[in-house]
Each structure stands twice: as C-alpha cells, then as structure tokens.
C-alpha cells in the first residue's frame, strides 16, 4: 500500500495551475525532470533562491543551473556562441549543461549564479517541467531537492525523505527516467566536461568536432557537481572492490550473486545506461536498510560508466 504524503501532489491540469501560481508567488518547489528531481525558484528573484540554498544547506559559492523551456527564453541572460547552436540543436531539450558567459543586463539574480560572471543554463525533457516552463514568464533556478552532499532524489518520496514538509509542494512525474544529473560542459572558452553525465565526452566532440582537453583543476566552482565530497547516502562508500567483507552492502553489476542477501546489481543485463538510472535508488535503499557501509564493485569506465565513476567516487569521499 502506497503511502500518502500531504505535500506530494499527482500532475494534472489543476496541479499544473496551482504550481504556476505557487512558483509565481516566489515559493520553491519539488519538480520532476529526466536527471534527477529538482528544487524549483524564480530564478529572477532573491527570495526564492535563498530558499533554495537555505533548505538545501548550500554553499552560496555554489551555483544553481537555471532551467528554461528553449533557447529563446535564454537569449537575455547568455551570450550565445557556436558551441551552444551545435549542442542545443543536437542534444537539447535534454541532460546537458551549458556554462556560458552571462550577459550583462541579465535578469538573473546574481545569488543563482555565486556571482559570478558566469551562469549554468539547461533546457530539461520531461513533460512535467517543461509544461510548468512553457507558462511561466522566469526560468526556475532548480539544483536536485535533496540537502547539501547527499544522494539527489529520483522520485517525489525521495524528495520527501530528503526535506520533509518544508517543501509544502512536491510533483509526482514518477521516477526520473535517467537518474543521474547532466552532463555539465563549459563553453566559455575551450569546451571543457566539468561533469559527466549520460551524454558522454565522445558525442560531444563528435558534434563539435574537436578534441577536449584534459579536465584540469579548476578552483572557481562554476557549477554543480565540482565539490569534491558529495552525492552520499550518509554511510562509508568504498569503491572498486572485489571482495565482499561478509558485513556490508555490496553493489556489482550483473546477475551473479543473485538472491544473495546484502548483494544489490545495479542492473542484471550489465547494462550501464540502466545502472546509472539504478544507482540513487539503491544506495538511499541501503542506507534505509540500516547497513554500515556500501562496497560497491569496478564499474567499467565507459558509456554511463564514466558518470557512475564519478557519482561514486565522490560519494566515497570522507571530508
């Protein structure tokens, strides 16, 4: 039996009113989209975005991605490049990021973007959100609705577990499709990853056609994800293991422990893009299952496998 949650609210006509009216309002909301659920404001708007960060526990150097529901919506607040028509053309609405130079009569508030020179945009896929974009006249400054470090919500009840009841309006869309953030790429300069995500390095220089250079050590955090400790389930993560300790939760990619208490694959085909949109899933189900530690096994870095690797090393971080 499902359990009901006062602040969770079914996607309709009427929901779709009242959350339009409600972000317009200057509240912040719990909003589905492909990646992982986000923590909607007026990105315009001081307040919203300090409601952001404070129910987050965020670090204010830490920049929200804002959320628009096409390019056109975005022409005010960056500076378009050729790198962007590219990727846009070829990738959007979907999980990518774009760091761009943001123009000055920009009406972002410059608390979404730490204040920097800089803003972090994305044109997200799901219907729910882009049917809640379409009607607004702001874009939504919109980070995962989980608090500062932890694992992103990939379902409303996440979102719950996360931040309760001070998020009064939380949208069921189901779960996110994909259920890992974006790919962040900068496009200041030189294209450069700053997070993997499910469209992979590759495909990006394919499009480009250009090779990226190495990720080198940025210390001005330009977007999310570039925290070194972050995305924990709250217990110890240790990683690239291949033995079991007989004690902790183990996580491995396909079917051979199967039935085995403590062992969870992440998918049983072995299938990376199915093991990426597992892994928060599983993780928040261990933790909630009282084990200690997760041992998860060598994820093969490639495909989905490059963000997994990422997702879980800073998850194994102990700062």
Do not use: W
């Not at 990738?91 to 009569?105: A, D, E, V, Y």
């Not at 240790?238 to 051979?256: P, T, V, W």
């Amino acid at each position: 039996m499902k359990k009901s949650y006062s602040n969770i609210y079914t996607f309709n006509k009427k929901t779709l009113g009242k959350t339009i009216n409600y972000l317009k309002n200057g509240n912040v909301a719990g909003l589905p989209t492909e990646t992982v659920y986000g923590l909607g404001g007026n990105a315009y708007r001081k307040s919203p975005i300090e409601k952001i960060f404070n129910l987050k526990g965020r670090p204010k150097s830490n920049p929200l991605i804002i959320h628009y529901y096409n390019l056109q919506d975005a022409i005010n607040d960056i500076e378009v490049n050729e790198y962007l028509l590219k990727l846009y053309k070829q990738f959007c609405p979907g999980p990518i990021t774009f760091i761009l130079k943001k123009k000055n009569q920009s009406k972002i508030n410059p608390l979404a973007s730490a204040k920097l020179k800089t803003v972090a945009i994305r044109f997200p896929k799901h219907k729910i959100i882009r049917s809640i974009l379409k009607k607004i006249d702001f874009p939504l400054a919109m980070p995962s609705a989980n608090k500062s470090e932890n694992l992103s919500p990939v379902c409303a009840e996440d979102v719950f577990d996360e931040l309760k009841e001070k998020v009064k309006l939380i949208i069921d869309g189901g779960k996110s499709k994909i259920g890992l953030e974006s790919t962040v790429v900068d496009l200041t300069d030189t294209p450069e990853i700053l997070r993997p995500g499910v469209i992979n390095i590759n495909l990006i220089e394919k499009v480009l056609k250009l090779e990226f250079k190495k990720n080198t050590k940025n210390k001005i955090i330009k977007s999310p994800g570039m925290m070194k400790k972050h995305y924990s389930p709250g217990i110890p993560v240790l990683i690239n293991q291949k033995k079991h300790d007989k004690k902790s939760a183990f996580i491995y990619l396909g079917s051979r422990y199967q039935n085995k208490k403590k062992f969870f694959s992440l998918s049983k085909k072995s299938n990376l893009k199915e093991a990426a949109s597992n892994l928060y899933t599983i993780m928040r189900k261990i933790k909630k299952k009282g084990y200690k530690k997760i041992q998860i096994s060598k994820i093969p870095y490639k495909g989905s496998g490059i963000a997994i690797n990422d997702r879980i090393k800073k998850a194994s971080q102990t700062l």
